[in-house]
């Protein structure tokens, strides 16, 4: 169902309503948990996320469904528009639906941010790491590792596990 009907950053917000939220098969820790190992390895986030939540759910049947259940449905569609696009790119439709499409692309990333984060918005000391990660980025324009090096420290001591282990 999610590799039919989502497409790039959205597939992380459909994975997670329909694995916590609509069939309680993970709890949103364990949810965020797969999600940090999946972006860990190589390979697209999704596709990793589901290959764990497969595994963790049917073992290896289930890792195999899952990555094709998410992968063949969008790949077939790319596959079949992409026929299409290049029978049709002299036309200024085909420029106004790509931007189009990058619009919506854009939305179904602030919607994966703003959904995972879910407490995290409403700590100011998580909104301030946000805010600081956004101005490096989009205003300092620093190249993304030495974001991730200025930050994961900040973040990883803020974070860190606290009291009795």
Sequence with gaps: MVGAVSFGGGIIAYERILLVEKRKWLTADQFMAYLAISQTMPGLNSVNLAILAGDYLRGIRGSIIALLG????????????????????????????????AAGATG??????????????????SLLLIATTFILMSIV?????????????????????????
Excluded: C, Q
């Design 108 to 125: 179904l990333l602030a919607a994966v941010t703003y959904r995972i984060g879910d407490e995290h918005w409403k700590k100011p000391i």
């Design 141 to 165: 324009k620093l190249p993304l590792l030495e974001v991730l090096a200025l930050m994961v420290p900040i973040g990883l001591f803020i974070y860190r596990p606290k009291g009795n282990r």
């Design 70 to 101: 998410l992968v063949l449905p969008g790949s077939t569609l790319v596959l079949l528009l992409g026929f299409v696009y290049t029978a049709l790119t002299d036309h200024a439709i085909t420029v106004l639906l790509l931007t189009g499409i």
